[in-house]
């Protein structure tokens, strides 16, 4: 929740209490050398025991409610028939608005399942945005890409509230040029994650939907941060401020003939979903999950996680939970731009986003931006970003590297698990980063696998370029941070 201050300023108040913590180690910055290094630059590659605010990802990583560790307690473990999947069935018919509900173990099996039964080869996968397991799944499948977002999209320092908005010229185009039956279905993210974490507005899923259904088009959500998505609904789309987030939520639903979603964003646990009213693609989904997940009343996840997923499905469309992210995340993307930061603006829903192209305008798109960037901030803080740039794309067939859209350094800030006091401390050494970012230089891969590099490659400077940034940090803050 956002109040009012007598000053006029805006806190980000947290409506909850803490009760269970994790201790946090800040390794002083020689450490952190020595822990990068041996992480190849990487930050995936670094141990938890190394990082001392973990901004990597809210993948899995948001705090649990105290009824969700309850539910926990009460999950039916039966192989077949627990009452923990009719439980997440019942929430899912209730905020979904979907009858037919299928648990898998996270987002990437549903979009494992779903592009194998809907994705041939030949075919047109149309999306806003791709994301990395997305694109991997769908192409694996034999099919293209097509990413169709609007406007300005693409432009980092923007005011524009619904960058995740469809382009309906470019997507008539390809219906005009591929014809419907080889469009597989137009897939929305809700919030494009690698771009910044924008949202679509209800009008332009509305008129997708319209378009889509006129040509017999599926159309499919992404709802991995569908409650952060509905909040900006709320707030930011005109007609929609009185509405409560299920209203809005149910409103979505009501545009598309599919959902799936990694559960481990929205709902703050473990697993993932696929849910529609299609009797017809339930039924062929189903047939494909024991071979690859297990049975239907648990989709590989455990049922302890089922059960944490009904009633989390059910709180994220509780405004306090919501806008528990969101509201943070503004604050430090406010925070980025007072330091003069390049920060993506307006603020997304999973994290606050650095344009590492405007912060190393040094540093060619061939050395890897967002990946020193996202090394350098590590080095200097203690908090692990993630690269979201041409790292995380794989080459193409004929080895070269393909250069993102955007480079950027994402710091997730989970849910309810961070405060404003961490956010202080990562801007404070973001602004002492872009006064020194001339030490930083670019990287170069030295292990690099063949699909979804950015997991497990491993780079080395340049040059020593980490050694002389951890030397004036160093000069600058004494041998203890
Ligand atoms: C928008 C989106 N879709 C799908 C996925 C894949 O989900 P998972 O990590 O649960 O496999 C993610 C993961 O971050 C995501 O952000």
Redo the contacts with the bound molecule.
């Keep these: 929740m956002q109040v009012t201050l007598t000053n006029g300023t805006k806190l980000p108040i947290e409506m909850h209490k803490v009760r269970i913590v994790q201790r946090c180690t800040l390794q002083p910055v020689a450490h952190r050398l020595a822990a990068i290094t041996a992480a190849g630059y990487n930050t995936f590659l670094l141990r938890t025991r190394d990082v001392f605010i973990d901004m990597l990802?809210d993948?899995g990583t948001n705090a649990m409610s105290d009824n969700q560790l309850a539910a926990m307690m009460v999950a039916d473990d039966a192989y077949a028939g627990g009452d923990s999947y009719y439980r997440l069935a019942d929430a899912c018919r209730d905020v979904m608005g979907f009858e037919f509900c299928i648990p898998v173990h996270?987002?990437?099996a549903a979009?494992h399942l779903l592009a194998k039964i809907l994705v041939k080869p030949g075919d047109r996968v149309v999306m806003n945005y791709h994301?990395t397991?997305?694109k991997a799944h769908f192409e694996l499948q034999g099919g293209t890409v097509h990413e169709i977002y609007c406007e300005g999209a693409l432009e980092t320092a923007s005011t524009n509230p619904f960058k995740g908005n469809i382009d309906l010229n470019k997507f008539q185009a390809l219906i005009d040029k591929f014809g419907p039956k080889k469009i597989s279905f137009v897939r929305m993210?809700a919030t494009t994650?690698l771009i910044g974490g924008q949202p679509f507005s209800m009008a332009n899923l509305r008129a997708v939907s319209a378009m889509a259904r006129k040509h017999g088009i599926p159309v499919m959500i992404?709802t991995?941060l569908i409650s952060e998505n509905a909040y900006f609904i709320k707030r930011r789309e005109a007609g929609y401020a009185d509405m409560g987030i299920k209203e809005i939520i149910l409103e979505m639903m009501g545009h598309a003939d599919m959902m799936y979603m990694?559960g481990?964003?929205s709902t703050a646990v473990r697993g993932?979903m696929i849910a529609t009213n299609s009797k017809v693609l339930f039924e062929q989904v189903k047939a494909w999950l024991p071979v690859y997940e297990g049975f239907l009343t648990y989709g590989g996840m455990s049922s302890k996680e089922v059960e944490a997923m009904a009633v989390g499905m059910r709180e994220m469309c509780d405004i306090e939970v919501a806008s528990s992210g969101a509201d943070l995340i503004q604050y430090f993307v406010d925070q980025m731009v007072a330091a003069g930061l390049p920060a993506v603006t307006p603020a997304g829903g999973l994290a606050g986003h650095v344009d590492a192209i405007k912060f190393l305008p040094h540093i060619p798109q061939s050395a890897y931006p967002a990946g020193c960037l996202a090394a350098a901030i590590y080095l200097v803080s203690g908090a692990r970003p993630m690269e979201r740039g041409t790292v995380s794309m794989d080459r193409d067939k004929q080895g070269r590297d393909v250069f993102a859209d955007l480079e950027l350094a994402r710091l997730a800030v989970p849910r309810r698990v961070y405060s404003m006091a961490h956010i202080d401390y990562v801007v404070d050494r973001l602004k002492w980063l872009h006064a020194h970012r001339d030490l930083i230089g670019g990287l170069r891969f030295v292990e690099e696998p063949p699909v979804l590099r950015f997991f497990f490659g491993r780079l080395e400077p340049l040059n020593d370029w980490g050694t002389k940034l951890a030397k004036a940090f160093e000069a600058d803050f004494g041998p203890e941070q």
């Design positions: 990802t993948s996270q987002g990437r979009e994301f397991t997305t993210e994650n992404d991995s990694s481990r964003k993932g």
